[in-house]
């Protein structure tokens, strides 16, 4: 029974250039959520998502920061034009249900901008 | 808004003490999460607390739901060097989720 999958798992760009980390959730889950966490800093708040719904973005950046998780397929996180600022580690969770239900995490993908 | 506020930031403790984190939150919430992160890992969900006054237990891990459903706490008894990481408590409300900063835990052997 396979855990939450992200990849990659590092993930190197350069100024200005995209990236996009993708989220695998936990078979029968219907229930994304991503983190962003600073080094030595807490987690925060970025997106849920259920199957081609955005659920709650007010953690997301207004800019440069867009999520989906499509009917069929992984969810994402693409980040356009990243900056230094992006550097961290990007951390998706599933769940099976909103609210009541644990969420499972991911390993994480600890993105660098160079 | 709707905040959770986590303390201490940091705790460094003797092996066989005891630990103590706390959560609160500006307003109440439908239930609250316990994780823990390794150095190094990603979070690890260790319990749900749902009603109001709830405590339950995990071996030396015990968790405490408020009255009002406004905070929580997880105390650590006789810390081992396993227990290092750091916990975070989140809380939910009205499909919101909102993570604590965190409490740090460094035990010395």
């Known amino acids: 029974n396979a855990g939450v999958m992200q990849n990659p798992r590092h993930l190197v760009r350069r100024r200005g250039q995209e990236a996009r980390l993708r989220c695998s959730p936990m078979?029968?889950?219907?229930?994304v959520y991503w983190y962003r966490q600073l080094p030595e800093e807490g987690l925060k708040f970025m997106v849920y998502?259920?199957?081609?719904?955005?659920?709650?973005e007010s953690g997301m950046p207004k800019e440069r920061f867009s999520a989906e998780f499509p009917k069929e397929g992984p969810s994402i996180l693409r980040i356009q034009q990243v900056v230094r600022g992006d550097s961290a580690a990007y951390f998706c969770?599933?769940?099976?249900?909103?609210?009541?239900?644990?969420?499972?995490f991911g390993p994480g993908t600890r993105l660098t901008v160079t | 808004g709707q905040q959770v506020m986590q303390i201490p930031q940091y705790q460094h403790v003797q092996e066989g003490e005891d630990f103590t984190t706390y959560c609160n939150s500006s307003?109440?919430?439908?239930?609250i999460q316990w994780y823990k992160q390794r150095p190094g890992g990603h979070p690890v969900f260790l319990i749900q607390?749902?009603?109001?006054?709830e405590v339950k237990k995990q071996k030396r891990l015990t968790f405490q739901f408020g009255e009002a459903k406004k905070n929580s706490s997880l105390h650590i008894t006789a810390t081992q060097t396993t227990d290092v990481g750091t916990y975070f408590c989140?809380?939910?409300?009205?499909?919101?989720?909102?993570f604590g900063s965190g409490t740090k835990l460094n035990v010395k052997p």
């Open positions: 969770a599933s769940s099976l249900m909103t609210g009541a239900y644990e969420q499972y």
């Open positions: 078979k029968g889950h219907s229930h």
């Open positions: 998502l259920q199957k081609e719904n955005i659920i709650d």
């Open positions: 307003t109440t919430l439908s239930n």
């Open positions: 607390l749902v009603k109001s006054g």
């Open positions: 989140e809380g939910y409300n009205f499909n919101k989720f909102y």
